[in-house]
């Protein structure tokens, strides 16, 4: 039966529907995570899965037999879960072996990974245009100057982007989404959305718009 099992999750397609319920997890957040961090794959992505589904830390034995992957792949994606914030490597008193356990709760763990992540890209690319105009320096000429108005009008958005995280400070560490939204007071998060759609030209005046023109006659 165990062998059966363990089969079925390798790469045979799964008749059982707690094993088609458990291959189609494995599948889809292996995707989504492997989409959202460079250098992790899609078993990688299988292995937060495999960890949400566990109901104590596993150790690169159990994924390896569990996803039916070699110790090698499972310990290279391990280590990128483990750079990311993802993951982290626990050891029993008296166990010669780690085993390993995903940072939070799922998908929070992962979400708050990949939000440390983009505010990292953003100062990384401020400093990076920052830099590059400093290179610049005071060159002048025709694509001196379209080359400093790009980076110019680039720099200023991601320093944009970078005052919301100032303003909305996210810590390097798993987060609680479900705790943070629950502390919010009712009326924040329909303001933040109707702002958000009269922003985007979703709001009540842009949708009455093209009606009232229609009405309007010349």
Known sequence: MAKAENKARSGAAP???????????????????AASFPGITRLGGQIVAALYLADEPL???????????????????????EAAGIVERRRASGS???????????????????????????LDKVNL????????????????DAMREKLTSLQSKYER????FELVPIADG???????????PPNILGTVATM??????????AAAGPKAAAGRKP
């Open 129 to 144: 245009c920052g830099r590059a105009l400093e290179m610049l320096g005071d060159t002048r000429g025709e694509e001196a």
């Open 161 to 164: 982007f970078a005052t919301v």
């Open 15 to 33: 008749t059982d529907p707690v094993a088609l319920a458990r291959s189609t997890v494995l599948e889809g957040v292996g995707r989504e995570v």
């Open 59 to 81: 150790s690169m034995d159990a994924l390896s037999e569990e996803l039916g992957r070699s110790k090698s792949n499972v310990f290279a994606n391990l280590r990128g879960l």
């Open 96 to 122: 010669r072996h780690d085993a390993f356990a995903l940072r939070g709760k799922y998908p929070d763990v992962v979400v708050g990974a990949y939000l440390s992540r983009l505010r990292r890209v953003v």
């Open 174 to 184: 798993p987060i609680d989404l479900e705790e943070v939204l629950d502390g919010l």
């Open 196 to 205: 958000a759609k009269r922003a985007l030209g979703l709001g009540p005046r």
